[in-house]
């Protein structure tokens, strides 16, 4: 995500209504937020479809590893061994 132009990213909402494709092409081909006022304050953000996978995918990826940590802390681990255990019953329980 690039930063934020407070003099082109920043707009009124009947300003973004009036020009709604324009912005929408905008934010695809140069994957920008585009920030949309109300009664001058922040009211919404718009982002590229695929920014939103980006951020997601971010999201999730330190999720995961907050979970990781968590079960570390706790001693929540598994040896090498357990965890190969673990992942042929999975796989074994997939396929029959």
């Known amino acids: 995500m690039r930063d934020i ?3 082109n990213d920043i707009i009124p909402v009947g300003q ?3 020009g709604l494709a324009k912005y929408l092409k905008e934010i695809q081909s140069k ?3 585009l920030i949309i ?3 001058g304050k922040p009211a919404g953000v718009l982002i590229s479809p695929a920014e ?3 951020l ?3 999201k999730f990826f330190i999720d995961s590893i907050s979970r990781g940590l968590t079960d570390s802390g706790k001693g929540n681990v598994l040896t090498t061994e357990e965890l190969k255990s673990e ?3 999975k796989r074994a329980a997939k396929v029959g």
């Open 87 to 89: 992942l042929k019953k």
């Open 5 to 7: 132009s407070v003099l």
């Open 52 to 54: 939103f996978d980006d």
């Open 16 to 18: 973004f209504k009036s």
């Open 37 to 39: 006022t109300q009664n």
């Open 31 to 33: 994957r920008n937020s």
């Open 56 to 58: 997601r995918q971010t």
